[in-house]
RNA sequence: GGGCGGUUAGCUCAGCCGGUUAGAGUGCUUGCGUGACAUGCAAGAGGUCACUGGUUCGAUUCCAGUACCGCCCACCA
């Protein structure tokens, strides 16, 4: 046989990922009659490229479901993408840019055109990084929220919506981002501290004595101003409320109006009021009816109503306001000033309060089922803690501010006619007025948030409107795994929406996986860029490595700092799994059955015995783990198991019997027992396991791991006597290697004799060449009588004590130090048994067999201590 | 201002619905080219489980408080 000594992932890789395309696995059949289990994939944006957290997430998801499926399960995972409206229109911006364009200048109709064609050129990019990921998606299904089918769906969601009052246009001042010009919703804007100043500002009274100092972050907005609010208890001010203050520089007239908004401890007390650019200012603005002037133009730089500022940007006019305040004498101070303010969460512009007519969606009506599925553990969260986050932001859901100034994405389908101004909102796009008949109808000019689309993606992508067999045999589907991030952004959503127009829950369980932090421990975004490249890492240490390291770093409730080491380790696991591989195989050379069989109890040895129990065990524990959403603690089960216990033990010590009696059996053990490792192993590492296991003599009922049966308990392979058995060589083995490995006795030096003072009879006698093999020793003597010979050394283990003669080559120092050493420690423990025992209240209180465990433990350790007192004696005389 | 999470080996992190000899990877020390694997094998050093109290027979684990770190939400100009 010839193969490598070091597994060479990406051959490996390419070659399997094309195998299960051609031969359709990921293939789900709507009409199996099997059980379904159903998982949509979140999508990424079409700009996107796989960044760690993709790489997390669709790992998870791919190890639920190639479990599922390996299980039995009819299994869909959906993919596609999103079209990310604001994302990928700034994409194709920045692109036409370098072309010199602007999209104004190429007009709504071209550019549209222009991002399809960047679309079809680029859009499948994060798919086949999928790919390379090992994802085994129904890419037969793969949709994109801009699709057709997907269109018709958020066209349906839209008109019901508005045909049941649940949506509305408003003026409204809303978040608007000067660089996207676009409007935002609330969820959209990301609030960061900066340091700024607060500036005191002083409104001259008509009278002299009726002045007011307002304080401010925000200067240049007082070209706004409509008023002055004071707290209406607040005895400085109560006199000045009715009374005029004087707007510096436009010199303006303002009220002064008393509004409990204000809080009479904060600044000066006295509040500038600006209606038009100020969320707060403009409920005031409405309870007071105040007059709303906009300073602002759509790129924030100051229109006509700035006066003398007009036509400068918002930053320079602060400067530009604050230099002449002060030259008035109207500047009282300036402080420095941290507080918060809000960034686009697209392009990380600082956005503006602005005014403008918007779509909202009514939440508080559909948010009440959603909130109530929830409760009800329709939908069931894990870990169940983000329950609170949900629940804490439903039930107080604000309207939703659903359309967008941008061209990309899916159009309002709103039409005015032209004569009449009569809204039109229909299914079909109308030809004329239903009002006065006119055909001079204009559609609205925005689109839909892009989260307007995703919040349908369970349904949509499943056919709806139409009553289809994907959505009958998959809806609802069984679990959604996302990042915290966007549970309001779009599990939210997607609940209210399910249960709004499917009548049921979009899916029964929602994993809320880690977020993968960069180094500096702030989340890796899309627009913030600073993403590491996930398939650089499997360029380097292929996918298999990426995919374990993920999995068993996937601890519930807590971020991962991913590091580079951990990787290459998890790709020392690869390898050594190839290599445990290669010493099976290359001991099967002569291995004829077609069907490996199960030998007879009475074939087995205690080490076959001892790893079938283990065995079973893991299958039991991996199972259940994966079932919970314990990834870490399958994967690191996974990994003990195989590499400590499978290779460590089991592998060296058939060693010899390949060449004995017992070859057929240990061959037929070999590949029943490995093959059960692949398959548990193949989740999380699907590339190496399908190349193993085509290579294994297993006899196969179908032609690929991915789709063979997930392994179940086999009770009559249990032997649990045989792993308290396996415990005691173990550590005879280990004592003996210790004492070679301190004495510096070389490993090739066979050790002549050991002497074992017990019975010749047992567990220890009856597989006494374990120790022997693993120790390198020629002869054991059993002796319940022996002496211990003057040079040798003890060791004691489980209340049996052995001497290691060693004429010759021991050390007597060494030896002394090192029993001197355990026997302090074996002190230690003495005495805080003995505390323990003497404790009436422990005695008294703890449970039985707790108590009588301590107390075996007691008698264990006085008898091994006395034997080291004995043994340590011998060296004196 | 509310809410949540973290603090365990030099580093990156598991674990603990109370009783274990507290683990892994990596790094470190020592020995070893051993017929699967040097991406390895064997042996070893390294931890008052952040601090202070409480509950308990018993706390790294449960509770409270403190300190530091981080996240989310919130209209304080």
Not at 6 to 33: G, I, L, R, T
Not at 369 to 377: D, F, H, L, R, S
Not at 752 to 762: D, N, Q, R
Not at 838 to 857: C, G, H, L, M, S
């Amino acid at each position: 046989m010839n193969i490598p000594k070091a597994y060479e992932p990406h051959a490996v890789e390419k070659k399997w990922y094309q195998y299960w395309e051609e031969n359709n696995y990921f293939y789900a059949d709507a009409h199996s009659s099997k059980k379904p289990f159903s998982i949509v994939i979140p999508p990424p944006n079409v700009t996107g490229s796989l960044h760690m957290g993709h790489a997390l997430n669709n790992t998870l998801q791919d190890i639920l479901t190639r479990f599922k499926r390996m299980q039995g399960y009819n299994t869909l995972w959906l993919p596609g993408t999103d079209h990310a409206g604001i994302a990928t229109q700034n994409v194709v911006e920045k692109q036409l840019l370098q072309e010199g364009l602007t999209r104004q200048e190429l007009g709504r109709e071209k550019f549209i055109q222009k991002v399809w064609e960047w679309k079809r050129q680029y859009g499948d990019l994060i798919i086949e990084q999928l790919k390379r990921l090992g994802a085994s998606c129904d890419w037969s299904r793969t949709r994109f929220t801009m699709d057709e089918g997907l269109s018709k769906a958020v066209r349906e969601v839209f008109v019901s919506l508005y045909e049941q009052g649940f949506i509305y246009r408003d003026y409204y001042i809303v978040n608007w981002c000067p660089r996207c010009q676009t409007a935002l919703a609330d969820i959209e804007v990301e609030y960061r501290t900066i340091n700024g100043h607060l500036d005191y500002i002083k409104y001259e009274g008509v009278n002299d004595d009726q002045f007011v100092i307002v304080a401010t972050t925000r200067p240049e907005t007082m070209l706004g101003d409509t008023a002055v609010a004071v707290n209406p208890d607040d005895k400085r001010y109560k006199h000045l409320i009715g009374k005029e203050v004087i707007l510096p520089i436009l010199g303006r007239r303002l009220k002064v109006i008393g509004d409990n908004f204000v809080e009479i401890e904060f600044g000066t007390g006295a509040v500038k009021v600006t209606p038009a650019h100020d969320p707060n200012d403009f409920e005031i603005g409405k309870r007071h009816n105040l007059q709303q002037i906009n300073i602002l133009n759509p790129d924030a730089t100051m229109n006509e109503n700035a006066g003398p500022y007009q036509g400068l940007d918002r930053y320079e006019c602060r400067k530009k306001l604050i230099e002449d305040l002060k030259t008035q004498g109207l500047l009282i101070k300036r402080e420095d000033y941290s507080y918060a303010v809000g960034h686009c969460y697209r392009c990380d512009t600082i956005v503006e309060p602005y005014l403008s007519n918007q779509w909202f969606v009514k939440m508080k009506d559909i948010a009440k089922p959603a909130i109530e599925a929830v409760k009800a553990k329709r939908v069931e969260f894990i870990p169940e803690s983000w329950e609170k986050t949900y629940f804490e932001w439903m039930e107080n859901i604000k309207d939703w501010c659903i359309s967008r100034q941008i061209w990309w994405g899916h159009q309002i389908p709103v039409w005015y006619c032209q004569k009449c101004k009569a809204p039109l909102v229909e299914r079909q796009n109308p030809t004329k007025c239903l009002k006065c008949g006119s055909n001079e109808l204009t559609q609205d000019q925005d689109v839909l948030d892009t989260w307007f689309s995703s919040a349908l993606w369970p349904f949509s992508t499943l056919g709806y409107p139409d009553k289809t067999k994907d959505l009958t045999t998959f809806y609802p589907t069984s679990v959604l795994s996302t990042g915290f991030d966007i549970i309001f952004f779009w599990v939210a959503r997607m609940i209210m929406m399910g249960l709004k127009f499917m009548e049921d829950v979009p899916f029964k369980q929602v994993y809320i996986h880690a977020l993968i932090r960069d180094a500096d421990g702030q989340k890796m975004s899309k627009s913030a860029g600073n993403v590491i490249d996930p398939l650089d890492v499997i360029d380097r240490y292929g996918t298999d490595a990426l995919r374990f390291t993920l999995a068993i770093m996937a601890v519930q409730g807590r971020d991962i700092l991913l590091s580079e080491e951990r990787i290459e380790g998890y790709r020392h696991f690869c390898n050594k799994l190839y290599n445990a591989a290669r010493f099976i195989l290359m001991n099967l050379d002569d291995y004829l059955d077609a069907k490996s069989q199960i030998p007879h109890v009475r074939d087995l040895s205690l080490a076959d015995r001892w790893i079938l129990t283990r065995l079973n065990q893991v299958v039991e524990q991996v199972t259940n783990n994966l079932e919970s959403f314990y990834f870490n603690e399958s994967a690191q089960i996974l990994y003990d198991f195989i590499w400590h216990e499978y290779c460590d033990w089991y592998l060296e010590l058939l060693k010899p019997e390949l060449g004995g009696k017992r070859r057929k059996v240990i061959q037929d053990l070999l590949i029943l027992t490995f093959e059960l490792i692949l398959k548990l192993l193949h989740p999380f590492m699907p590339f190496i396991t399908e190349e193993i296991w085509q290579k294994l003599p297993v006899y196969r009922e179908v032609n690929s791991i991915m789709i063979a049966s997930w392994p179940t308990l086999t009770p009559n392979q249990i032997d649990l006597d045989s792993i308290k058995d396996m415990e005691l060589i173990k550590e005879v083995v280990t004592g003996i290697r210790t004492i070679r490995s301190e004495m510096r006795i070389a490993p090739k030096q066979k050790l002549k004799t050991l002497i074992i003072k017990s019975t010749p009879s047992g567990i220890l006698k009856e597989n006494i060449d374990y120790v022997t093999l693993l120790t390198n020793t020629n002869e054991v003597i059993f002796n319940p009588k022996a002496t211990k010979p003057d040079t040798s050394a003890t060791i004691i283990v489980k209340g049996i004590e052995m001497y290691l003669p060693l004429e010759g080559i021991v050390d007597l120092g060494k030896e002394e130090e090192r029993l001197s050493k355990e026997l302090s420690k074996v002190e230690k423990e003495l005495t805080l048994l003995r505390l323990k025992l003497a404790n009436e209240d422990f005695v008294t209180k703890a449970p039985d067999e707790i108590v009588t465990k301590e107390r075996q433990k007691l008698e264990e350790i006085i008898a091994k201590h006395d034997k080291l007192i004995k043994s340590l004696k011998s060296y004196f005389h």
